[in-house]
């Protein structure tokens, strides 16, 4: 079964920094695309950014405008997301996707995943202004 675990989430100032991790065990690493979605209280569930699983080709939403950059190091099986300059509207939970489909979705699938997807348990990310 394929498992993921993030980590890293926390309180950071405006501006500030956070390197969110996801470890994935259960399956080939490399043989996933890795994503992050992130969800804020009574707002849907929405994309920001991805990696594939040949190439590292990746994929980022619109508002994260350069400051975030995702990783992947297959030989530790972790995925990474490294966020600078943090304003308080990335505050959310933040989630890891593991999904076999290439390209990456870029639309969250539903809260249980599906035939393709698996979803860790999100970690937290608040920012203060």
């Known amino acids: 079964q394929v498992q993921l675990t993030e980590s890293g989430g926390g309180l950071v100032q405006a501006g500030g920094s956070l390197r969110l991790s996801c470890v994935v065990s259960g399956r080939t690493f490399s043989s996933y695309s890795m994503g992050w979605f992130r969800q804020a209280p009574g707002k849907e569930r929405e994309f920001v950014a991805a990696i594939s699983w040949s190439h590292s080709t990746t994929y980022y939403a619109n508002f994260v405008e350069g400051r975030f950059t995702i990783s992947r190091d297959n030989d530790r099986n972790t995925v990474y997301l490294q966020m600078n300059s943090l304003k308080p509207e990335d505050t959310a939970v933040y989630y890891c996707?593991?999904?076999?489909?290439?390209?990456?979705?870029?639309?969250?699938?539903?809260?249980?995943?599906?035939?393709?997807?698996?979803w860790g348990q999100g970690t937290q990310v608040t920012v203060s202004s």
């Open positions: 996707l593991a999904d076999s489909r290439h390209p990456p979705p870029t639309v969250a699938p539903g809260p249980g995943g599906d035939y393709y997807s698996r």
